[in-house]
Each structure stands twice: as structure tokens, then as C-alpha cells.
Nanobody, 118 residues
Framework: QVQLVESGGGLVQAGGSLRLSCAAS????????MAWYRQAVGEQRELVAG???????NYADSVKGRFTISRDNAKNTVYLQMNSLKPEDTAVYYC????????????WGQGTQVTVSS
């Protein structure tokens, strides 16, 4: 089992910045990908950014150039630096980990609210 604990959400004005953190614990060996998803009210959960154990990243088009995902393997933590925030970035942000052992195992954090006021 893998436990994911997010922190860093909050209320910020448009144009501001926030940094989210996600600390992984438990059976963290063979976590291949860590990612951030978000879900706004009435919307489906969507991928925001992901990073592999080797440092390869990908981003949703809507956040490219504004958000940066990074990973500290020594601390088993993944970060999401969010700059130039917009009201449409308002959502609950979830940390995700994918572990490949025998088959694919997916884990989720409890979510952290990000609210961007106009």
C-alpha cells in the first residue's frame, strides 16, 4: 500500500502562486509515475501534470508554461508549482501514484482545495 498526503492548497487571487506538495509513504518502491489531477465542481477529474521516476514530465495544455511538476526522490515527495493562477484553476487537486509490481496499482491522496479569486 502507498499513502499519499497532500498539502499546500488554499485561497489565492488571480495571478498569484501556490505550491502543492504530496508526500508518499508505505510501499514506495516501484512507484513509476506520480501526477496531479484536479476536479472542479460538476466536472470530471482531469490530469494536470505527471512525472516519471526518470524525470520525464507532461502537462495539460491549459497549464503549460504556468505550472511545474517536480519530484524529490530522496524525500518521496512530488511538488506542483502553480504560477499565474486563473479562476478556472479552482478545483480540488489530487495526488496520484502509479506503481507497477505485478500489474498496475493506482493510489490517490485525499485532495486539497485550490481556490482562485478574480
Amino acid at each position: 500500500q502507498v499513502q499519499l498526503v497532500e498539502s499546500g492548497g488554499g485561497l489565492v487571487q488571480a495571478g498569484g502562486s501556490l505550491r502543492l506538495s504530496c508526500a508518499a509513504s508505505g510501499s514506495i518502491v516501484n512507484i513509476n509515475v506520480m501526477a496531479w489531477y484536479r476536479q472542479a465542481v460538476g466536472e470530471q477529474r482531469e490530469l494536470v501534470a505527471g512525472i516519471t521516476s526518470g524525470g520525464i514530465t507532461n502537462y495539460a495544455d491549459s497549464v503549460k508554461g504556468r505550472f511545474t511538476i517536480s519530484r524529490d526522490n530522496a524525500k518521496n515527495t512530488v511538488y506542483l508549482q502553480m504560477n499565474s493562477l486563473k479562476p478556472e484553476d479552482t478545483a480540488v487537486y489530487y495526488c496520484n501514484a502509479v506503481r507497477v509490481v505485478v500489474g498496475i496499482q493506482t493510489y490517490w491522496g485525499q485532495g486539497t482545495q485550490v481556490t482562485v479569486s478574480s
